[in-house]
C-alpha cells in the first residue's frame, strides 16, 4: 500500500464553495491541469459514477465511493491488480478552512499504478489547488 497526503489551510473560500467546485464535474478540466474532461452519470452522490479523460491517457471510470456533504468524498478507480482511492477533506478550523487531499494505491499491483499514475497526480495536487480556491472564490 501507497499512501500520502497534501494539505493546506486558507481564509480565501468556504468549504461551501469548494464543495460546489467539485459537484461541478464537468468543470473539472478548468482547475485540473491533468483532465481533458470528466462526465458525472447522474447526481453528485455516493455510488455515482464519473467518466475523466486524463490528457494524454485512456478514459477512467472513477467511482464516488463515500460522501458526507459539503465536508468529504472519496473517489475509486479500478486498475488491473490495484486501487486508487482519492479523499477529499474540507475542514474548518481555526485558522481557516483546511483543505486535505490523500492518495492511497492498493492491490498487488500498486507500486506500478504509483509509477504510471498516482505520484504524477499527487505531484499536481499542490498546483492545481491554488486554481481550486481561485475559482471556488467566484462561485
Given at each position: 500500500?501507497?499512501?500520502k497526503?497534501?494539505?493546506?489551510?486558507t481564509?480565501?473560500?468556504?468549504?461551501?464553495?469548494?464543495?460546489?467546485?467539485?459537484?461541478?464535474?464537468?468543470?473539472?478540466?478548468?482547475?485540473?491541469?491533468?483532465?481533458?474532461?470528466?462526465?458525472?452519470n447522474g447526481?453528485?452522490?455516493?455510488?455515482?459514477?464519473?467518466?475523466?479523460?486524463?490528457?494524454?491517457?485512456?478514459?477512467?471510470?472513477?467511482v464516488?465511493?463515500?460522501?458526507?456533504?459539503?465536508?468529504?468524498?472519496?473517489?475509486?478507480?479500478?486498475?488491473?491488480?490495484?486501487?486508487i482511492y482519492?479523499?477529499?477533506?474540507f475542514e474548518?478550523?481555526?485558522?481557516?478552512?483546511?483543505?486535505?487531499?490523500?492518495i492511497?494505491?492498493k492491490?498487488?499491483?500498486?507500486?506500478?499504478?504509483?509509477?504510471?499514475i498516482?505520484q504524477?497526480l499527487?505531484n499536481?495536487?499542490?498546483?492545481?489547488?491554488?486554481?481550486?480556491?481561485?475559482?471556488?472564490?467566484?462561485?
Amino acid at each position: 500500500m501507497w499512501s500520502k497526503t497534501y494539505s493546506i489551510t486558507t481564509n480565501e473560500v468556504a468549504r461551501e464553495q469548494m464543495w460546489k467546485l467539485f459537484a461541478d464535474v464537468n468543470g473539472w478540466h478548468t482547475w485540473d491541469s491533468g483532465v481533458e474532461y470528466a462526465q458525472l452519470n447522474g447526481a453528485f452522490e455516493q455510488g455515482s459514477h464519473i467518466l475523466l479523460k486524463p490528457k494524454g491517457g485512456p478514459k477512467i471510470k472513477i467511482v464516488l465511493s463515500e460522501i458526507i456533504e459539503k465536508k468529504m468524498f472519496i473517489t475509486v478507480s479500478s486498475f488491473p491488480l490495484a486501487k486508487i482511492y482519492h479523499e477529499h477533506l474540507f475542514e474548518e478550523t481555526s485558522d481557516g478552512l483546511r483543505i486535505s487531499y490523500t492518495i492511497t494505491v492498493k492491490g498487488v499491483l500498486s507500486f506500478l499504478w504509483v509509477k504510471l499514475i498516482a505520484q504524477n497526480l499527487f505531484n499536481s495536487i499542490p498546483k492545481d489547488v491554488v486554481k481550486q480556491i481561485n475559482i471556488a472564490k467566484t462561485l
